[in-house]
T-cell receptor
Framework: GAVVSQHPSWVICKSGTSVKIECRSL??????MFWYRQFPKQSLMLMAT?????????EQGVEKDKFLINHASLTLSTLTVTSAHPEDSSFYIC????????????FGPGTRLTVT | AQTVTQSQPEMSVQEAETVTLSCTYD???????LFWYKQPPSRQMILVIR??????QNATENRFSVNFQKAAKSFSLKISDSQLGDAAMYFC???????????FGQGTRLTINP
């Protein structure tokens, strides 16, 4: 089955620093990847949709300058949280959409970000 | 905008029994997909079952089946012979046929009592 990996699985950073999270589709090509944020005991909140080779589309209320998304290849998308603050602490999940129909979204295992 | 509502924040069931999780959605589209995802304590999202709106037949996957009522915009998940490993958060999700984004419900936490 289709596998999506995320790295790192857990990261702690100091307030004011930036942190990058990678999302890779391991055995399929994904023209579209998605980044979600999940707070404890809540649902997934879509942050942005990234298409390979083009700028990401951000959901309303998501700061594009704070959450930088790059989708440079068909198997890799990155989310960079810039100038992180404690309120950015959360669980970040990526998903990748398979090209073959019906187009499925496969989810990564998530990254826990703690900003101290 | 499409919305998905899961009205049961928590459900519990005895092991080996059957449980049904509810989901309703709102859309003006006629072609779309509906999904149930499972998120166990590991937090890895796992696709449980998918239903295409144009199909009248309810989807089934082993012990998991859905009751898709298109006119009522209802999409419930039935888990038969519940197992301890079924304990998780379950999310109902919607996607327009031509769209990329998933719209998630609030989730239902399912507890399995041994």
């Amino acid at each position: 089955g289709a596998v999506v990996s995320q790295h790192p699985s857990w990261v702690i950073c100091k307030s004011g620093t930036s942190v990058k999270i990678e999302c890779r589709s391991l055995d399929f090509q994904a023209t579209t990847m998605f980044w979600y944020r999940q707070f404890p005991k809540q649902s997934l909140m879509l942050m942005a949709t990234s298409n390979e080779g083009s700028k990401a589309t951000y959901e309303q209320g998501v700061e594009k300058d704070k959450f930088l998304i790059n989708h440079a290849s068909l198997t890799l998308s990155t989310l960079t949280v810039t100038s992180a603050h404690p309120e950015d602490s959360s669980f970040y999940i990526c998903s990748a959409r398979d090209l073959t129909p019906p187009p499925e979204q496969y989810f990564g295992p998530g990254t826990r970000l703690t900003v101290t | 905008a499409q919305t998905v509502t899961q009205s049961q924040p928590e459900m519990s069931v005895q092991e080996a029994e059957t449980v049904t999780l509810s989901c309703t959605y709102d859309t003006s589209e006629s072609d779309y997909y509906l999904f149930w995802y499972k998120q166990p304590p590991s937090r890895q999202m796992i696709l449980v079952i998918r239903q295409e709106a144009y199909k009248q037949q309810n989807a089934t996957e082993n012990r998991f089946s859905v009751n898709f009522q298109k006119a009522a915009k209802s999409f419930s998940l039935k888990i038969s012979d519940s197992q301890l490993g079924d304990a998780a958060m379950y999310f109902c999700a919607y996607r327009d046929q031509g769209a990329q984004k998933l719209v998630f419900g609030q989730g239902t936490r399912l507890t399995i009592n041994p």
